[in-house]
């Protein structure tokens, strides 16, 4: 575990937020990284748990310089919401899933300082996401702490956030381990919702459809029976009891 004890400081200390260089490499990257922010934000929005994006996470007070900043970072047992920048030792907690949008170009930092570097804080679960298939073959890998080391996940499977992981095309797929549903995306969602629009107007149309033909079926009723009843006044103008007739 690296220590991140408080220490005491003669001048406040200035921890940026942001250093000037891109969210991420190229549009899938960066595709990737939004979709898979927004679907776990979504997922844990009634939990006491934050995800945040592409911030500064710093694990040591008073070294401003010893930063990191994952593409989507979940921590639980926090106060939910967005921040500027995440520090360990204010918050009281390490973040328990990392997700990192690999490349070519990150490889060496995300495959060998990164991992070492989660690892020493006690992050447990790790996962390498290569939306172009770069270099990890199979797109998605994942790590789980045991004891103090990283092992190869090979389930795809995430045991803290109860969910399993799929490729889909450019971007990882998520489904709850409890009910198998699809945890979908921002485009899932819009269509979902278009549909569900769509599928309210149709039942309000057939409903008000049903209404006319009620409305329709009750006025031929009292027509018919308006009709009836002018019958029978007419019989009876003629002299003939219409009640005694079968």
Do not use: C
Not at 13 to 21: E, I, M, Q, R
Not at 32 to 53: C, N, P
Not at 151 to 158: F, L, M, T, V
């Amino acid at each position: 575990m690296t220590a991140t004890l408080p220490i005491t400081q003669s001048t406040e200390l200035f921890y940026p937020s942001a250093d000037g260089t891109p969210v991420a490499e190229t549009y899938d990257h960066l595709y990737a990284l939004l979709t898979t922010l927004e679907v776990l934000k979504q997922y844990l929005s009634d939990r006491q748990a934050t995800v945040l994006g592409n911030q500064f996470l710093y694990y040591a007070q008073g070294f401003p310089k010893l930063r990191v900043a994952p593409d989507v970072m979940v921590i639980f047992d926090v106060t939910p919401g967005g921040r500027d920048s995440y520090k360990i030792w204010e918050e009281g907690q390490v973040p328990i899933v990392i997700f990192e949008m690999t490349s070519a170009g990150t490889k060496d930092q995300d495959q060998i300082f990164k991992k070492t570097l989660y690892e020493q804080l006690g992050v447990k679960e790790y996962w390498l996401f290569d939306p172009k298939g770069e270099w990890v073959e199979e797109q998605l890998r994942g790590y789980r702490l045991r004891g103090e080391t990283y092992e190869s996940i090979q389930d795809k499977r995430s045991e803290p956030l109860q969910l399993r992981l799929q490729i889909e095309g450019r971007l990882i797929g998520f489904y709850r381990e409890d009910t198998g549903e699809k945890l979908l995306i921002p485009d899932e969602l819009r269509e979902a919702l278009r549909q569900e629009v769509l599928a309210r107007q149709q039942a309000e149309e057939q409903a008000e459809q049903e209404r006319q033909r009620a409305e329709q079926e009750r006025q031929r009723a009292e027509q018919a029976e308006l009709q009836v009843r002018q019958l029978q006044e007419r019989l009876r103008s003629l002299g003939v009891n219409p009640d005694g007739i079968d």
